[in-house]
């Protein structure tokens, strides 16, 4: 699985909020055109939270450019056990159109 180059990635997980609103400010101020923040299991109420922190406080021409939403399967000691995924792109929307 190769990136592009001009969009960053943030993986959410048990870190304070905050860090992961940075990150994607980040991202953008680093000239990355879409940023793709990806979270599973419980931490995707926080990803949700990032955009929509993202988007009321900092970026206001924030735009969502996709959801996905998805299941990983895997086996843990001999048990078959799922996780929900989220993947979501966001890009300020003067560089959507």
Known sequence: MSQDPREGLVIVG???L???VIACL???HS???TVKIIARGQAISK???TVTLL???FIKNLGIQDICIGTQE???QNKKTRVST???IIIPKSKNS
């Open 31 to 33: 000239d990355a055109e």
């Open 74 to 76: 895997f086996s843990l």
């Open 14 to 16: 048990k870190k304070p």
């Open 86 to 88: 989220i993947d979501i």
């Open 55 to 57: 988007k009321k406080a």
């Open 18 to 20: 905050m860090n992961y």
């Open 47 to 49: 990803a949700i939270d």
């Open 26 to 28: 980040s991202l953008f």
